[in-house]
């Protein structure tokens, strides 16, 4: 596609319950990034993907969090048993495979824990 | 692991005045270096980036920025506010050789003042 696509665009859930986010890459771009902002924060990273390599989890805050990509693109961003803490934008970002190039991010899924 | 820091969380100036937000990186090899925004309600857009090429990067709406390797730094500037430059700014980095991995600063909202 064009751009970073995230959906949904906006999630509210009740405290308990499950979500997944999911994220659709620039195509042709190898490195994926999750990032949580938190209002008024800067971004948190979550976990960084690349290529075929093990993903980078050391961002995640629980066990709670999890991620996935499926043949290399899209990305799907699940948090399980859902906190009120959990309450934030997360943002997905994708890269090309160099480290001299910049990120590319989506608008963000908002989720709101009730 | 933070290898950028953005000093000031909230900088204001006058519309008119010189804008300065400052970004130093921590890495002992220069790193590749970039400043992105965030208007309100919005998703992250790449202002300018470091690459080596050159040291004074020009970018988007009049800003730029200066690599300088004797005080590991990359701060963002403008000689002229704007109103329309009220947002948030966000300096990321990727250490070379790392992999990728894409790191940000806690940013610096910046306010004009009229």
């Known amino acids: 596609g064009a751009g970073v696509s995230q959906s949904p665009s906006n999630k509210v859930t009740e405290k308990g319950k499950d979500v997944e986010l999911r994220c659709d890459p620039i195509s042709g771009h190898t490195a994926l990034y999750w990032y949580r902002q938190s209002l008024g924060q800067g971004l948190e990273f979550l976990i960084y993907?690349?290529?075929?390599?093990?993903?980078?989890k050391s961002g995640l805050p629980s066990d709670r969090f999890s991620a996935e990509r499926t043949g290399g693109s899209v990305s799907t961003l699940t948090i399980q048993r859902t906190q009120q803490e959990d309450s934030a934008v997360y943002l997905c970002?994708?890269?090309?495979?160099?480290?001299?190039?910049?990120?590319?991010f989506g608008q963000g899924t908002r989720l709101t824990v009730v | 692991a933070q290898s950028v820091t953005q000093l000031g969380s909230h900088v204001s100036v006058s519309e008119g005045a010189l804008v300065l937000l400052r970004c130093n990186y921590s890495?002992?090899?220069?790193?590749?270096l970039f400043w992105y925004v965030q208007y309100p309600n919005q998703g992250l857009q790449l202002l300018l980036k470091y690459t080596s090429a050159a040291t004074l990067v020009k970018g988007i709406n009049g800003f730029e920025a200066e690599f300088k390797k004797s005080e590991t730094s990359f701060h963002l500037t403008k000689p002229s506010a704007h109103m329309s430059d009220a947002a948030e700014y966000f300096c990321a980095v990727t250490p070379s050789g790392t992999g990728n991995q894409f790191y940000f600063g806690t940013g610096t909202s910046l306010t004009v003042i009229p």
């Open positions: 890495s002992s090899v220069p790193p590749y």
């Open positions: 993907f690349q290529g075929n390599s093990a993903p980078d």
């Open positions: 970002a994708s890269k090309l495979g160099q480290e001299n190039t910049e990120a590319f």
